[in-house]
């Protein structure tokens, strides 16, 4: 019969492992980014997967190391060295970056936590200092770490925004680790948001549906 | 007959108070996710209609439910945030290292309209990075960046098993 000494011995377990609090504690303020970090790299997997390496740069040095924006930023710097990836793929040119802000149509700036962007557009904006125009968008996705209940608002929030970067943008959605029935519900009009629900790598489903569509929307959209 | 000397309300009262007693922010946070319910469907009968009304009403969770969520917050915190580390080190290693973007400009084609490829770095391991002194922050931090370290795996799997084990001791559907 389990007792309730063998329950604290294993929460007691879960807690004091390497993996535990001592190493969530050190990492926790950077929870989301990490996240972000995530969702960046399965969308380096989809370009991959198109039979293309991505090459990772910097802003102003190579990528060494790969820096993440602590925070929403321009897509131009002159003091940090923001990392980004850059691929072609039939002639067309692209790149994906995490945390940097577009002009929407309305002239509103918008975060996205993940982006493709056109890399002439992307150039031209670190070039001559500006924020990439809506049109630039292909594809943007809001990313949200949740070790509890996932906010209702953040849905309305990024329908908004995706409303206000124009006709261009291609493919777009919100990852979460977590789930939101009512959301998932929200999202299933057509040109809402793809709701990537427990994209985590313990469903590798789930992983595998939104790389795909990575891969089908840049194959729709460099056929020539 | 119960397989539990305690019952699903111990469990809970046990798995918090460990919590607010470790991590005061972490057990504030998954108490707040237990506190917002679930919606569920009450249905109203009317004697003079064949169907009755459905309606939504949120309901707190049962001790059980409460359980499977703060399990589920605590699988997101200890096992889940090192699988995103270790999942992009993983995407991101077979990816080629460049050069900064000033130099890629010049080295730009226009007219082949292709990126200049480079093959350096192919294979080997990228070390990422966040950003902890933000550019337009006042205060100042101890750190610029917080290095993104991967885990080894085996670290992971033992985590996975103090869950499994965990979600056992703590499931009463048999009792």
Known sequence: MATLLDLENAIDALLNHPLG??????????????????????????????????????????????????????????????????????????????????????????ELDVCIIRSEDANQCRWTPDDPPAASLIAGWECKFYAGNLQKGLGRAFVGLIDDMGANVRLNGLCSNSFHPQLRNYFQPRRRPHPHFRLTPLDPSNEDIFVNQIKGELKKMTAS | MSTHEYDAHDALDLLMRKL????????????????????????????????????????????????????????????????????????FRPTAMGEAASRSLSAWDRESRTLPFTHEGVTSEKKLEVELQTETQISREDQQTLRLEPVPDQLVEQQKENLTKLRLLATFGED
């Open chain 1, 21 to 110: 609090l001592g190493r969530y504690q050190l990492v926790r303020r950077v929870e989301e980014k990490a996240y972000e970090a995530y969702v960046f790299g399965l969308c380096l997997r989809g370009v991959r997967q198109l039979g293309v390496t991505p090459v990772l740069r910097g802003i102003t040095d190579p990528p060494d190391p790969f820096i993440f924006r602590g925070a929403p930023g321009q897509i131009h710097s002159r003091s940090r060295n923001f990392g980004y990836a850059e691929f072609s793929l039939n002639g067309q040119n692209f790149e994906i970056h995490a945390g940097v802000e577009f002009k929407g149509t309305s002239g509103m700036t918008h």
């Open chain 2, 20 to 91: 607010n007693e470790r991590d005061e922010q972490l057990a504030r946070q998954i108490q707040s996710a237990i506190d917002v319910g679930k919606d569920v469907e009450e249905k109203e009968r009317f004697a003079r209609r064949k169907k009755p009304r459905v309606y939504r009403r949120t309901v707190r969770f049962s001790d059980e439910e409460a359980l499977d969520v703060a399990i589920a917050a605590l699988q997101a915190c200890f096992v889940e945030q090192p699988l995103f580390v270790n999942s992009a080190e993983i995407d």
